[in-house]
T-cell receptor, first 114, second 113 residues
Framework: DGGITQSPKYLFRKEGQNVTLSCEQNLNHDAMYWYRQDPGQGLRLIYYSQIVNDFQKGDIAEGYSVSREKKESFPLTVTSAQKNPTAFYLC?????????????FGQGTRLTVV | DQQVKQNSPSLSVQEGRISILNCDYTNSMFDYFLWYKKYPAEGPTFLISISSIKDKNEDGRFTVFLNKSAKHLSLHIVPSQPGDSAVYFCAASFMDSNYQLIWGAGTKLIIKP
């Protein structure tokens, strides 16, 4: 089945540690996105990538890093520089060149700093 | 500056009645609008969309209305069902942005039995 998969579903991190959230899609989509959701707020864009080996900062990129070495994969690293990393993280993909802006989302990863 | 606004954080509707969720936007260049539904601890799922060349789009119980002059869109759910209880996000995009989505803060819809 085609879809977008995030792992793990729950992740606990000690302060000062880096952690990497996985996002894989087999939809053959060029564009991939990472969002963060906090209670009472809309989805905020962290990073996005329109094509392999290229990515751009979103609205809240500080403390995060990404890579896009393969079309299917867009991992997000939450670094120790991120001051408030506890949140629900959502990965999405889309295929703008097909004229559709619909984004397909993974099930999310809930990151908690302990 | 919030370009897409959902001013109602929550909405409570009786089962069987109509649910109306509202969304306002400020950027007149937006040409495509989408509604997503989200259950707790899950990713949002696409519900319905509308292009700026239309003023209405219908899909089963869901209808989206677009009023470009007022920069306002609304999602109507008729009749409302318990499974409709979720957070609904409005999103907008425009071609020059490579169709990146700009999101509202969401409205939590509660359907009362």
């Amino acid at each position: 089945d085609g879809g977008i998969t995030q792992s793990p579903k729950y992740l606990f991190r000690k302060e000062g540690q880096n952690v990497t959230l996985s996002c894989e899609q087999n939809l053959n989509h060029d564009a991939m996105y990472w969002y963060r959701q906090d209670p009472g707020q809309g989805l905020r864009l962290i990073y996005y990538s329109q094509i392999v080996n290229d990515f751009q900062k979103g609205d809240i990129a500080e403390g995060y890093s990404v890579s896009r070495e393969k079309k299917e994969s867009f991992p997000l690293t939450v670094t120790s520089a991120q001051k408030n990393p506890t949140a629900f993280y959502l990965c999405a993909s889309s295929h703008p060149e097909q004229g559709s802006t619909e984004a397909f989302f993974g099930q999310g990863t809930r990151l908690t700093v302990v | 500056d919030q370009q897409v606004k959902q001013n109602s954080p929550s909405l409570s509707v009786q089962e069987g009645r109509i649910s109306i969720l509202n969304c306002d936007y400020t950027n007149s260049m937006f040409d495509y609008f989408l509604w997503y539904k989200k259950y707790p601890a899950e990713g949002p799922t696409f519900l319905i969309s509308i292009s700026s060349i239309k003023d209405k789009n219908e899909d089963g119980r869901f209808t989206v209305f677009l009023n470009k002059s007022a920069k306002h869109l609304s999602l109507h759910i008729v009749p409302s069902q318990p499974g409709d209880s979720a957070v609904y996000f409005c999103a907008a995009s425009f071609m020059d942005s490579n169709y990146q989505l700009i999101w509202g803060a969401g409205t939590k819809l509660i359907i009362k039995p």
